[in-house]
């Protein structure tokens, strides 16, 4: 196993003890930062489909597990949020940290609606709308700043593929 990828996979594991075990604790649900989605545009943005696409839906999937409504849900929006961004990601210069961040909160917004439809078409469950929506904002907000500080790392700027 080479070093990026050594160190990608100790990033991965270290995102998911934070949202699973730390920040739940301490910070309060639309102030969490989705550290997953985050990984998840990182991948698009630098990745390779071979290794991204099954990694962003197993990330997804980990997310239903400890923290999701229904199973697969959030696994579905993540790879869709994956295959979107990593097709236009193919045709931008996505070394950019502004890009990076833009490209989280959009996805941030991406994933709340995805999973806004999903549930609203597979589900009647009353009041779902408003439980889904009424975090948006600051949820968006956080994951952007979350993003700005992962566009801080040194490793950040690098011109190759890390996975």
Same mark, same amino acid.
């Given at each position: ?38 990984? /998840? @545009?990182?991948? *698009? ?5 071979? %290794?991204?696409?099954? !990694?962003?839906?197993? =990330?997804? &999937? ?38 990076? /961040? @833009?490209?989280? *909160? ?5 994933? %709340?609606?995805?999973? !806004?439809?999903?549930? =609203?078409? &597979? ?39 890390? @996975?």
């Amino acid at each position: 196993m080479n070093k990026p990828t050594l160190v990608f996979a100790c990033a991965v594991l270290s995102a998911v003890i934070l949202q699973v075990a730390v920040l739940p604790v301490h910070i309060a649900t639309p102030f969490k930062p989705d550290l997953l989605l985050i990984i /998840v @545009v990182y991948m *698009a943005l630098r990745g390779t489909f071979e %290794v991204g696409t099954p !990694l962003a839906w197993l =990330l997804g &999937l980990l997310k239903d597990v400890f923290s999701g409504l229904y199973l697969g849900l959030n696994a579905f929006t993540f790879l869709l949020i994956f295959l979107v961004i990593k097709n236009v990601a193919d045709r931008l210069y996505a070394e950019s940290g502004f890009l990076f /961040v @833009v490209t989280v *909160a959009v996805a941030t917004m991406a994933s %709340v609606a995805g999973s !806004l439809l999903l549930v =609203l078409m &597979l589900t009647q469950t009353p009041g779902i709308a408003y439980s889904i929506t009424s975090g948006l904002i600051p949820h968006v907000l956080t994951n952007a700043f979350a993003a700005s500080l992962v566009a801080l790392l040194p490793g950040f700027s690098r011109g190759h593929e890390t @996975v």
